[in-house]
């Protein structure tokens, strides 16, 4: 069973406002005379029916990319040794897509808090797509709505690192802000380092709640469980310093007055020699089922050192026995010795995948009570120049809920390929037919460079190779077919490679769900005027 992250510091990590919460917030109770809600106050349910529906507008879409990575404090190894030999080649990539009139979104690409953009998105000009090179900080996709429809966009930020501590392709989806993110992955363990980065867009502070499991439960928080980040503004964390010396991490954040994006660098040493960086990105809320797409492995046993795992934690307080059923090429696959295991409350577990078929794969795991659940796959490297210790490469895979249309942007140079999985709904994952699903390959200019009718039957999984469906794709999005089978779903992720002569770097990105459609909200007369 590998063991993941970092314990390391940094010019970006946060180190003195790590809150312990002393005072309460006073809430204003200003009561409007008219009120717009999606659906009535609790108090107000016998007046719903006077509400009248009236046609709103959709909202811009929002996407917060991650920064650069994290580089090694200087003066925290020996000064003679160079821990990030070469720069980090970063950039970020975003793309919009047609909405269902045909038109697709404009928009614009700039830094966290900065006043001006940077790039543009303007599909009236032949720019669909736009990156920016070499960002000094997170960046924020900002999509204004295709007529009567939600803006289609997607970004992503990829870092490429081919030497060092930090060797590695380490991408990730841009992602909707949101209050309540699990992030599933990462370590503290000696050699390994862990940053929580928490990113706030918006235009008010956000209090954020902190929450750390571990192997043995959940962690008590040195220095407290509460981080501010202001309007426009990033904070890092150290969780070595919060969390120290825990195996296996999984990490909550429940946000108060604004929405956050989140992830985890993660990178681990063992003596001189790299072993792997990657970003742990938000993943499903706790449910009764995860789905992770994604699992890509190759020839394995169930003794190597270095096996891809997956990470499951039931983070309430009954014990459960979580099914995990594979589903390959042809259908389910057996898992060697962990079809079903025995998962404590609140203990982080990793379950070996090692001895599955060389394949592409999607993992369900089903329990009688919510958990959550993540998956890393591993790429074994040659040796480093100084020790005989094998270079490796590691790429978390988060979970994510299936079905809705979606649209993932490609990272300019890496090498592409989608991982489809069909899922049925019900305890038999294999029942149902096959589902079908509508595929398109975007151009930079946003115009469909291929289109094709994908299929695959309940119960497996597919692995089509992006090269295939025409050069220079800048976005790939995947929308359900209107005749699907009763309770078959897709789960769907892009894995993205970069070859070189110590071996493949590879990093996992899932796509961004659309936005909700909502053209109508009820208003309706409010039955309290004043405060309180």
């Not at 571990?214 to 220095?223: D, M, N, Q, R, Y």
């Not at 792997?276 to 190597?304: E, F, K, N």
């Not at 595929?439 to 190779?465: C, F, K, N, Y």
Request: glycine letters at 12%; one cysteine or more.
């Amino acid at each position: 069973m590998t063991d993941d992250v970092n314990a390391g510091t940094s010019s970006r990590v946060w180190r003195g406002r790590i809150l312990r919460a002393t005072t309460a917030v006073a809430a204003l109770g200003l009561v409007a005379a008219v009120v717009a809600s999606p659906r009535p106050a609790r108090g107000d349910l016998a007046g719903a029916s006077d509400a009248t529906l009236v046609a709103v507008a959709p909202p811009r879409t929002t996407l917060v990319c991650a920064g650069p990575l994290i580089l090694p404090a200087a003066g925290s190894a020996d000064s003679a040794f160079n821990r990030v030999p070469v720069a980090p080649v970063t950039r970020v990539d975003a793309v919009t897509a047609p909405g269902a009139d045909a038109t697709a979104a404009t928009g614009s690409l700039a830094l966290l808090g900065a006043a001006t953009a940077t790039a543009a998105l303007d599909p009236s000009t032949g720019s669909a797509s736009a990156g920016i090179d070499g960002p000094s900080a997170p960046v924020v996709v900002q999509a204004d709505p295709a007529g009567s429809d939600p803006a289609r966009a997607a970004g992503v930020t990829s870092a490429l690192v081919t030497a060092g501590d930090l060797r590695g392709l380490t991408a990730s989806s841009c992602q909707r802000p949101a209050t309540d993110l699990w992030l599933v992955g990462g370590s503290t363990e000696i050699s390994s380092s862990a940053d929580l980065v928490i990113d706030n867009a918006g235009s008010t502070s956000s209090d954020v709640t902190v929450e750390v499991w571990g192997p043995s439960g959940k962690v008590e928080l040195a220095g407290g469980e509460h981080v501010l980040v202001a309007p426009g503004s990033e904070q890092v964390v150290g969780l070595p310093g919060i969390a120290a010396e825990q195996r296996r991490l999984v990490v909550h954040l429940a946000a108060a007055g604004g929405n956050i994006a989140a992830h985890v660098q993660d990178s681990l040493l063992r003596g001189f020699t790299p072993a792997g960086t990657d970003l742990v990105v938000p993943g499903a809320a706790p449910a009764t089922r995860q789905v992770v797409s994604g699992i890509v492995v190759g020839a394995s046993t169930v003794a190597d050192s270095d096996p891809a795992v997956l990470r499951v934690l039931v983070p309430g307080g009954t014990a459960a026995t979580a099914q995990i059923t594979m589903l390959g090429p042809d259908g389910v696959v057996a898992l060697p010795g962990a079809d079903s295991i025995d998962v404590a409350p609140g203990e982080v577990t990793d379950v070996p995948l090692g001895g599955l078929p060389p394949g592409a794969y999607t993992a369900v795991v089903d329990a009688p009570v919510p958990l959550v659940a993540a998956a890393m796959i591993t790429r074994p490297g040659l040796p480093g120049e100084l020790d005989d210790t094998p270079t490796l490469e590691r790429a978390w895979v988060a979970s994510a809920t299936s079905g809705a249309g979606s649209l993932v942007a490609v990272p300019r140079g890496t090498s592409a390929s989608l991982v489809i999985g069909a899922v049925a709904a019900g305890a038999d994952t294999t029942a149902g037919g096959a589902v079908t699903a509508n595929l398109r390959a975007l151009g930079p200019d946003g115009s469909v460079v291929t289109e094709r009718a994908i299929s695959v039957a309940a119960g497996s999984t597919t692995h089509l190779d992006v090269a295939n469906l025409g050069l220079g794709v800048t976005g790939i999005e995947l929308e359900p077919a209107g005749d699907d089978p009763a309770g078959v779903r897709f789960a769907w992720s892009l894995i993205v490679t970069v070859t070189q002569a110590d071996g493949e770097l590879v990093s996992v990105l899932l796509p961004t769900p659309d936005g909700q459609d909502v053209k109508q909200v009820p208003v309706r007369a409010g039955t309290r005027l004043g405060l309180g």
